[in-house]
DNA sequence: ACAGTAGCTTACGTCAGCGTAGGTTTGAGG
DNA sequence: CCTCAAACCTACGCTGACGTAAGCTACTGT
């Protein structure tokens, strides 16, 4: 019962490195950065250990190149969502490219979720969202003054929307037979929407 | 230059557990599980690392008994402010309760936050939110039929809710100058329920 | 045919951190 | 004053995982 690597292709450099991301986006995603060790990276990817060095430097260099990857691609796709068109347009296109990063990348996204190395608050993926909704902030603060609201209150209704698209985002892709993204875009922007529209000037605690 | 333990008071072992408690929990929050050595507890407890294992048994017992405080205490919370009241009251309530909860147990919130030990999918809150938004969920669909809207889009809303309120809670909990919980939660409030009350039969995507 | 280089391997040094064995202090009660 | 138990400590064994040294293999071009 020796344990043998089953010998496997060599590569050039350049697709070694693709195939140690790949297998490294999975392994941080299903254990979390502490809990991976470059050994079972290694293993996966069918070579050994000093291979990853020699690519990345180390744990936290494959790990560096593989979040900044997700973070690229899900900036960018939103982005260009909101590129274009009315606010509420925007938001639920937001919502749509969210959720197609999500479903589409669903290793990227969990490594996004976890923890980061070296004691982080929190992992990348709350930090962008927070920062987001920051941003979206100071555009709802904006037009609330505009509106006579209070703005004061902006930033709760930007971080309430955020965080309603993200978790939605996360149950969305752990329920079985979910329903298409549209759908849950179109739910999404009429209850935010809906919601917004028929605020109250001044909000007070019921009873 | 020689490091030295400051000697500290003996400690019945009712009192040592409770300090091991306290002081864990700082640990475990600012470090997370995997990232938290038991040596450290130890260390900023003021004692040596067997006493830890003798009331503990390890670090994973420690641990799942600080989780454990934390769980009862929210839950705890939660449960008592929806207890009664109508519907948008009851809400308004568990905004409250959670709102304070965040506040007055900042460490406690930030370890149910992280990644749980053993390549857990989730840390302890996102987990418990998730099945507090089913739950949400299971009444909403009820709601739903009665008043004639589309009863799969149930769970959407009930996510969208709880997501809302889980990440206003984080923003709330990190920003400077935070309104009182009464406030966030009277907007919360209208938020949704301004929302949930002008929903459209079906709603369709913008555009 | 053979040199040179890209790709890879085995084997090791090192260290942090878990958990434990066994002994020491402190104080209360007879 | 002596016993005994609760509280605590020092010191160690051991494993797992990071990172590195040194050398092997196979392809490519001349």
Redesign the interface.
Known sequence: MLKRREKSERLPAAARRAQLIEVGRAVFA???F??TSVEEIAEQAKISKPIVYEHFGGKEGLYAVIVDREVEHIVGRIVEAVAT??A??RL?RAVIAYLSYVKERPDGF?VL???AP??A??GEM?AL??DL?DKVGDIFTQQFRDAGYDA??A???A??????????G??WTE?RRP?PA???????????????????KK?????
């Open positions: 299903k254990k979390g502490e809990a068109g009315s509420r347009e639920e969990a979720l976890r923890d070296s004691a608050p929190r709350p969202m927070y909704a004061k209150a930033p709760i209704y971080h309430a929307l955020v965080g309603m698209v993200a978790f939605v996360q149950w329920t329903p549209e759908v849950v875009a179109a739910h999404v922007g009429a209850l935010a929407w809906m919601g917004l529209r028929h605020l109250p909000p007070t605690l019921q009873k």
